[in-house]
């Protein structure tokens, strides 16, 4: 399952992800956002249960904003395991 996600509130504006069938991520990739940062969670997150990345993503802030990139991830997460 391969999908785009458009990003509200980061630096980044979409993410690129690639799951298994069995919700496993295979790949991530940001468009946009701080080269090092992003690129380090997809790392990560590679080979991780999307479920168990969302739990430890999701509610993380980039300073005085309400969302991130990581929390970007995990919302883009749980809208494609709940389609």
Excluded: H
């Excluded at 069995?22 to 249960?49: D, M, P, W, Y």
């Amino acid at each position: 399952m391969k999908t785009v996600y458009k990003t509200t509130g980061t630096c980044s504006t979409s993410i690129e992800i690639e799951l298994d069938e069995n919700g496993i991520i295979e790949n991530i990739t940001f468009i946009g956002g701080c080269s090092g940062n992003t690129q380090g969670i997809a790392a990560l997150v590679r080979g991780q249960k999307a479920e168990d990345v969302i739990a430890r993503l999701e509610g993380i802030r980039c300073g005085m904003r309400r969302t991130s990139c990581p929390d970007q991830l995990a919302t883009a997460l749980r809208q494609l395991i709940n389609k």
